[in-house]
């Protein structure tokens, strides 16, 4: 049985396969929605048949990962921030139509918790939440050890916990959510109110490391939203392990320690005393931790 | 098989019996802390021996709940902020000893959210929360139909989560935690800023009940940082079902309405749309939930 995973991104999909022992294969192609939905899903099932087209004569099992409002158990994603808003968009029977496979979609950072849990930390902490900084700020949670979705599939949604009254304004049309100050634009717009004539988070991230004391307090600071959050997750939650993945998180230099003091000038202690603050390794793991979800969720 | 639940409260305590048909009998007796632990314990084993002693004949399963840092596998209290900020107390073991009965330690609001999920709720909601809201503001989870203890059993303690940043102290120590604005002394102290003469947050209630418009206005900010933390728990895990229970929740009259908003508010629908908010209808969940759970998981 091979393990197909597919990380829809809103510019690339990224598709990985494993045996369940090691990752066999990985490619990237551009996720075109500009076309439609159908056109969509025909592009997503032509990248899962040729991933399945190296492993002649093996089974598959095929999870999708995407971002927003997913219901599992339908096979529909009923949201899609990312995709032109698209709302109850089949996924999973069109692709099993299409592929001849079995195919399943799940939120996208459910699966990067997945990746996070059982390949990266090797499931050694059976709670273990994963928040994933990109343009938007998203979250999984493995509690004792399983994927916990919540009662309609929508747990891990830090990205839009508020941590400012009546504070930024967010991508989803709130204030002060934990993304308008943490996400990708969330950064750039702080940023830029400072002056620092930056594009993006990379430049950013590249003004800190030549050690411009403006770009450095900037992270600092979204080190210390990112604190609040985390701090309030990990009293509610109270997991082994919560690790950052993302495009954001290859600033973790700059971000990091003003994160870590905030958690550990928490004056309810327990909750930090063994808590692991990890930086994920790979930029792949939505795409793995789909495909080793759907090897050992079939 | 009887369950005995002892709820530890910080004047009174109440023992609660069950044959999880339903409660047989309940009584409370004054908590004495003052003459140190070893006479706490004594005092707590006379009750739990008075309780037995109705039910002649029968075996038992005894669950004190404690508010605090409670380690329920080693049966001790890590820390109990409301008995002179004691530190590991041990519980079950001495109480084993002096009654001769099978005795566990658990977190108070722990066994609140198992009284609201297994006796009101009637295990309906397989995914609530329950907020206990009294002096201090705890929290209890039940996830998938079990107690989610966390990682280090400190799981739910929406209390201290920071709702605004630099905000009021807490007891905790820390700044703008939710119970600095929402636990009594925080209700009252707002009051009082306010230049109203209440002394506790029942006679805010009173003067809320009587029209009194300022009093109005303290209870709807006090709905208004409920809703904010209490979305911010739901956008974490997706509850079924919110439980507020302890004595503030008798204003809910005077602050539900404005928590309600606040949750109808959000922009990420769908962790709210078909969320259940209940007020509990005991005034003794703990004790309840303790009884019912020392039966259901001896």
New interface residues.
Partial sequence: MIGIGVDVGGSFTKIAATDGKKILRMFETPTITAKGKNYFIKNTASAIIRMASFFEGKKFSVVVGVAG?IDYQKGVA??CPNFLQWRNVKIAGPLKKLTGLSCRVENDANMAAWGAYSFELGKK???TAVITLGTGIG?G?I?DGKL???????????G??????DGEK?N???RGCLEAYAGCYGIVRRAKKEGLKVSDAASLNKAADLGDPAAKKIWQDTGYYLG?AT???C??????AVVFSGGISKAHRHFMPSLRRVLK????K??F???KIKIAKSAHLGAIGSALFALEHE
């Fill in positions: 409002d009923r949201f902490y059976r709670n979250g949670i509690l916990y979705r919540g009662a309609n599939f929508c747990a891990g949604e830090i839009h916990t508020k941590i400012v009254l967010c989803c049309g709130m609040v701090a309030n997750l009293l509610l939650i109270n997991p082994d000038e928490q004056s309810v327990s909750p005393r063994r808590l």
